[in-house]
């Protein structure tokens, strides 16, 4: 072995007890942390004690309520909106399809806290849409909206991004010919829908109402923003319990969501397993879109689409136009009567209003990199050797997509709050560290699951070719992989970093005055009746839809550039 | 062999706790074309990764040139290597394809640039250096893999069944190509395959392989009529097994093992021959098959020209003289 093996292997075992301490350190120690919470008090199980504890609080009780009627409403109205989109778009002819499937795909840059803030910026009281009904109807309230009708509306309207990527890939996916051989034998079109079409998205169809049901039941910036004072849901009182200096509650609460939530995770992923598995054809003939022969019903499909169309680009476009509005328009003009760049120049300039800005950009930038080092590092081993260490380690680096961010954060919290020998006797709730550190451990699920595929993809003839020709492993590892897996690290980052800006659950748990992240701010700003204030959190608003919208964009270039695998021949 | 350029001495190749190919002894004179044929399994990668240095031997010795290179890595054994479907770095162009080596080996970069140009020019692909591996064709990339093997000034290239993922046509093509370069570069070639039409095509020398050892040793010509073992005779060109009483009738003596007949050797229309049954007759293009049954033994024809007989009548069968394959069994 001569001297650069020796260097190797020292690094390779360097990096492996690194990882193992972060893995132990940061997710299983908080995980247990918080089941002991959770469960035990003064050392013994006191779990029975805790739920009456919680089943006897009258807010906890109607905020149980309140995620329970409002998950199964949700579940309801995103269904329908998103089963109309996807007829809109796959299966009936409608004009402008281009401009509606735009439209439509606006969640996926729209989503969560800003989402929340955006619709609080239109039809909240410091609302366009709000000024415009004033001067329309007198008396109606500033906060019309604000209460569980806005929960629900956010809601129905922003949790649609799953019937948008998934409903409409699985109707891509109906054979055509089977429509064809429907009518032929003289089906109608409602049969044809029935007998043919849904049978082969109902996986799909019960996955994503899943997937809704999920989403809704964390639901925890939407209520934060627009459920005013007397609406709210569980993950609110998660953080209240936590910030009542009562984490064993918090993380109870939590652990009884998390059950649930798991338990639905799985039950999805059951259907989406049994979804591909009916995509099984290659051959099949593209679906071809079905003009609507009733006239009427052409007409009330195509206003609804449209009315659809609006209610999703609104928002968006009042947002970026009042983003360059001066505050004092805020909340007073419908539509801004002249145009600034003050707004910006307050964010970007460096001033109180940069500092969140700049927080999130820093600690998203060394989550993204961390992260990125850590799969990097693991994924390849992951993936070249199976033994209990590595089928372990990956198991680890999953477990936060399973775990919810609610419970991971009680956990950090309570297993930090006091010095703890693991990090050197150190306290680090309060400190600047803990926050990145959670976005971290957020982040490497997705990662992992992205970059393994990246890495299994790679022919491992190039390997064999490059060590042939004298390459050593870490010369191997630069020149010949990580090309190949570069383009698929470059937009797992970019998206990471975008769900960092926005990451509001995490954020609300772990962030203190050191390092307000930016969600913070914009929930902050949102509910904030200052119009200064407001300015500043359209701006970021805008800054972070206009960053998803280049990630969105550089994935498409890269995912149509992209083809190491397919390059044979 | 004195002029032997690669020797395989005793060597054993497998994984540890399994030997898949044991005690195998070859000698590769310099510049000749040698296949290892095999069917899946019968161990001819391994073979080819244990010369290269990916594979460590498991007993035995690789000398190339004289020199023992058993236990060298792969970098210093000064094999090239041509990889199935060539695995060219798509990320790169084919110049830093090319040099790849050098540039582990920190040549400077006056070297690179004129060994690549050099090897580049051998293979007729100077103008393509800029290209990507994706935007070449496959005639193309096969150079590219080529010259990538000789850049490092090995005179051993190993091929590692680069056709096997290619249709009938391009297959042909580019099997033409790989020998004229060889003839023309002078390379010795080491080429894996388990397609007999690769091996009959192209070498001097056919290595035979079947579950780890070698069957047989020959040009194709030999392997083809003088096949040493039955596997031989299944395995290269169709051939029907006579069963014994059949082979006594056909022959004229007492068959104690097997004996092949090859479809060609069947002739029909034999004068004093046995009457045969014609059960089917599938028109090929070139040539026919008419599948026959003789005193109840399936056995099939080749035949050339129109002149087909009818399914249903009888014929006259006969077999070409000393053209059945006898395998006669030892006893004793």
């Known amino acids: 072995m001569n001297r650069s093996t020796r260097l190797d292997r020292v690094f390779y075992w360097l990096g492996l007890i690194v990882i193992a301490w972060a893995v132990l350190t940061f997710l299983l120690v908080p995980m247990l942390a918080a089941l002991q919470a959770a469960l035990f008090r003064h050392g013994s199980l006191a779990m029975f004690d805790a739920v009456s504890e919680l089943a006897r609080s009258r807010r906890v009780r109607a905020a149980l309520w309140n995620t329970v009627w409002m998950t199964a409403a949700t579940t309801l109205t995103v269904t329908i909106v998103g089963m109309f989109q996807v007829a809109v778009l796959e299966y009936f002819r409608v004009p402008e399809r281009g401009f509606l499937k735009i439209a439509f795909s606006t969640p996926l840059v729209f989503g969560g806290v800003v989402a929340a803030a955006g619709n609080n910026f239109t039809y909240g009281p410091s609302g366009a849409i709000t000024a415009a009904l004033a001067a329309l109807f007198p008396s109606l309230p500033r906060d019309w909206f604000i209460g569980w009708f806005g929960v629900l509306f956010a809601h129905t309207f922003l949790m649609t991004s799953f019937h948008f990527l998934f409903l409409r890939a699985a109707m891509r996916r109906v054979d055509y010919s089977t429509i064809e051989a429907a009518r032929s034998m003289g089906a109608s079109e409602m049969t044809i829908l029935r007998r043919v079409v849904l049978p082969v998205i109902l996986p799909t169809v019960l996955a994503v109402t899943l997937l809704t049901l999920i989403t809704a039941m964390g639901s925890f910036a939407a209520p934060q923003v627009l459920g005013g004072r007397d609406f709210h849901m569980l993950s609110q009182m998660v953080l209240t319990l936590n910030s009542l200096r009562r984490p064993d509650m918090a993380a109870l609460l939590a652990l009884l969501m998390g059950l649930v939530l798991m338990g639905l995770i799985l039950l999805s992923q059951y259907f989406e397993a049994k979804g591909a598995y009916t995509a099984g054809a290659k051959a099949t003939t593209r679906i071809q879109l079905r003009a609507i022969r009733n006239p009427l019903a052409r007409i009330v499909v195509t206003a609804l689409a449209y009315l659809l169309a609006a209610i999703y680009l609104m928002p968006v476009a009042l947002i970026v136009l009042f983003s360059f509005a001066p505050a004092s328009s805020i909340g007073i003009d419908v539509l801004p009567s002249s145009f600034t760049l003050a707004n910006y120049a307050r964010v970007l300039g460096g001033g109180a209003a940069f500092v969140p800005f700049f927080n999130s950009m820093l600690m998203s930038s060394i989550a993204v990199a961390v992260g990125l080092a850590i799969t990097l590092f693991a994924v390849p081993i992951m993936v070249r050797k199976h033994s209990w260490l590595t089928r372990g380690l990956d198991i680890c680096f999953v477990l936060p997509w399973i775990i919810p961010t609610m419970l991971l954060a009680v956990g950090l919290i309570v297993a930090f709050d006091a010095p703890n020998p693991l990090v050197g006797n150190l306290v680090l709730l309060g400190s600047y560290w803990l926050l990145p550190i959670g976005y971290v451990i957020f982040s490497l699920p997705l990662m992992v699951r992205f970059m393994r595929s990246a890495f299994i993809g790679i022919d491992p003839a190039f390997d064999d070719a490059a060590r042939a020709m004298g390459a050593s492993g870490p010369y191997r590892f630069r020149r010949v992989v990580l090309p190949l897996v570069a383009p698929t690290a470059i937009l797992v980052a970019g998206m990471k970093f975008n769900n960092l800006l926005a990451e509001y659950p995490l954020s609300a748990f772990l962030y203190n005055i050191n390092n307000k992240p930016l969600p913070i701010a914009i929930v902050d700003g949102a509910v904030s009746a200052d119009p200064d204030q407001a300015a500043v959190s359209l701006v970021y608003v805008t800054l972070i839809m206009a960053f998803s919208l280049a990630v969105i964009l550089i994935a498409e270039r890269l995912s149509l550039g992209r083809t190491p695998e397919s390059s044979n021949l | ?332």
Do not use: W
Request: charged residues 20%; contains cysteine.
């Open chain 2, 1 to 332: 062999m004195a002029d032997s350029v690669l020797s395989l001495n005793k060597l054993d190749v497998g994984f540890p706790g399994m030997t898949v190919v044991r005690d195998l002894n070859l000698d590769v004179a310099d510049g000749a074309f040698v296949s290892l044929l095999g069917p899946s399994g019968s161990g001819k990668s391994s073979v080819l990764r244990t010369i290269a240095g990916l594979l460590p031997a498991l007993g035995g010795r690789v000398l190339l040139e004289g020199q023992d290179i058993t236990a060298l890595p792969p970098e210093r054994c000064n094999v090239g290597i041509v990889f199935q479907n060539y695995a060219l770095f798509p990320t790169m162009s084919a110049f830093e394809n090319i040099a790849f080596a050098l540039r582990v080996a920190k040549k400077s970069k006056a070297e690179v640039e004129r060994r690549v140009g050099e090897v580049a020019e051998m293979a007729g692909i100077s103008d393509q250096l800029d290209k990507k591996p994706a935007n070449m064709s496959g005639g193309q990339q096969q150079r590219v893999a080529i010259a990538r093997a000789l850049v490092t000034g090995s005179r051993v290239l190993l091929f590692d069944e680069p056709l096997s993922n290619l249709d009938a046509k391009v297959r042909a093509a580019m099997r033409k190509e790989i020998k004229r370069l060889q003839s023309e570069l002078g390379f010795t070639a080491i080429f894996v395959t388990h397609d007999q039409e690769d091996a009959l095509t192209m070498s001097d020398l056919i290595v035979v392989l079947n579950h780890g050892k070698i069957e047989q040793i020959g040009d194709g010509r030999t392997l083809y009529r003088k096949p040493a073992t039955p596997f031989i005779c299944e395995f290269i060109g169709v051939s029907n097994e006579l069963a014994p009483p059949l082979a006594a009738r056909l022959l004229g003596y007492d068959v104690k093992g097997r004996s092949f007949l090859r479809h060609e050797d069947v002739l029909l229309g034999a004068v004093a021959g046995v009457p045969a049954r014609v059960n089917h007759v599938e028109f090929l293009g070139a040539h026919s098959r008419v599948d026959l049954e003789v005193e109840g033994h399936a056995l099939s024809a080749m035949l050339i020209g129109d002149q087909l007989p009818e399914p249903g009548s009888t014929v006259s069968l006969g077999i070409r003289p000393g053209a059945a394959h006898v395998f006669q069994e030892v006893t004793g």
